[in-house]
Each structure stands twice: as structure tokens, then as C-alpha cells.
């Protein structure tokens, strides 16, 4: 579901993104499952940006989807979810937290380096020098 409340960002389809993403957060409670929990935060601080709710909206998402990785140690979820922060954070002028929060999360990879989150970050961090 949180990955459907994507596609319907990138459609404007803001009230269906909404849906989507209460939908994800009722399966996670019902399945007691929380592995896309960091993910529909990450989602649903993008549909605050796209929908104009706000950035620190966004920015509280981004923060509980990036604690939620850290406690999962889920080192590919923490990157996607630092990246979006990291791209908020340098629309605000926080080009030195960007880059903090973002260049120690790049560095656990040792391997992957084709992987698109990882591109992303590194062009990310590229921009922030």
C-alpha cells in the first residue's frame, strides 16, 4: 500500500496517497508486520511536500522513518530514507546536516555501489561539497 500512495504522489492523486498510506498503517497494526513501516513514513513525508502540507511535516516523517531504520538496522531502507531528508534538508540551506546525516550512512556500503540509492546518495553528497 505505501508503495501504491507513491504512484498516486507522482499522479497529484493527494487524497488516494492519503488512503494508501492510512490503509499501509492499518495493515502494520493488524499484521503486527513493521518491516514497511520506516517506508510509509518516508512516503508519507514525500505526499506532505508534494501536497503542500508543509516541511516540517515532512521532516518529522523523515525522522521516524530514519529511527525506525536505525532500531531495524536496515541499512538500505536508512539510505533511502536519509537521502529524502538530506534532499529536504539542502532545499532549507542545511547543506552541513545534509551531508552529515548522509555521508556516514553511504560509507557502511561496501558493495552494491550500482545500487539506485546509493547513486542517488553519492550525487546527493557530490552537490553538498
Known sequence: ??????GYIRLGEFDAAVGAIA??????????????ESE???IEGNLHLANGAGQAQAEACYLRGLRLTRDQRARSLELRVANSL???WTDQDRRDEARELLQPVVDTFTDGFEFADLTEARELLEGLS
Open 86 to 88: 538530506s534532499r529536504l
Open 1 to 6: 500500500m505505501a508503495v501504491l500512495a507513491e
Open 40 to 42: 510509509t513514513h518516508r
Open 23 to 36: 490503509e499501509s498503517k492499518a495493515i502494520m497494526e493488524r499484521s503486527q508486520e513493521r518491516w514497511v
